[in-house]
């Protein structure tokens, strides 16, 4: 059916539809490639994104407990002077209030107000212990830093250090999900190129299978026309189906012999009246050497015609002749 088909279209557009189907399966897979490219680096920068606040936090997390917490139980421990101390402290400050801007500044402004509501309580009691920390620094009164330590520094520091730990767990687990979500994906966009791919290739190979035996078998049925031809069986034709180039060649091969034959059959029957006509010329040549003179032979419309009718005539006049 699908020879059939392609047999009714010319060589050349069977060619441009292969080429077309080839470039469409190419074309098919690139913008596929392209979607797949795309969708894996937006999912890259999210994963770059929450990385980047986790990292954020986790820094923020070190700051508080290593320039801040530690610096204090340094100093309460009376391993630290005052003066470190608060030099630690205020870098302490600027590193987390830099950090903590960077971490509002990563996220769009829906989860910047979400995140300042959650923070909003524990923020302000870990300003207040830094707050207090650099007022004992002024005072420099060991008893209020004794007190401070046991009574207030963990009261002040622990809901907020809580919260960033289950932002950074949170951040963790999301930025796991995406990335088995990236890769489920990555496995389904793989899965469906290579599905194209086949179907692709199948399509191809199929339609060039059909184009080939449109052009292959017509070919092929043109040269046994033409060896049984040469064999001497001269009632061989193509009769091909169809109204391509081939269709067209095999009708005007078929045409050629047919035309061919015809001339050949009239040739051969001129032949056989001419052969009766000589054989008429001889048998009254002979009759008229045996002295009969009432021999009349058949005037025929071929060459021997006129050679008849002198025969006729010869014979009639030496009929009268001798009458006479």
Known sequence: MLTQRFRAMNVGRRLLMLIAA????????????????????????????Q??????????ALTVRNQFIDVANRLYRGTLVWADADALILQSRKNMERDWQEYLTSMPEEQQAAAKSRYLDSLLKLYQAY???????QDQSRGQLELFMLNDLDYLTAPFLATLQQDIASQRDQAAMNFAEFSSRN????????????????????????????????????????????????????????????AGLANALDSM?????????????ENDRLNDSIIQLLEATSRLGDRDLTVTVPVSEDITGPIADAMNLVATETSRVLMD
């Open 131 to 137: 707050d207090d920390m650099i007022a004992l620094g």
């Open 187 to 246: 496995l389904g966009f793989l899965l469906a190129m290579l599905g194209l791919f086949a179907a692709g290739v199948a399509g191809a190979v199929f339609m060039g299978w059909g184009i080939r035996r449109s052009i292959v078998d017509p070919v092929g049925q043109v040269m046994q026309t033409v060896q049984k031809i040469n064999d001497g069986d001269y009632s061989a034709r193509s009769q091909l189906p169809g109204t391509d180039e081939i």
């Open 22 to 49: 080839m470039t469409l399966t190419i074309a098919v897979i690139g913008a596929a490639s392209v979607l797949a490219l795309q969708a894996a680096s937006s999912t890259v920068v999210g994963l770059q994104e």
């Open 257 to 269: 012999l047919d035309a061919r034959i015809r001339t050949l059959v009239e040739k051969e029957q």
């Open 51 to 60: 990385i980047s606040r986790g990292v954020t936090l986790n820094n923020i």
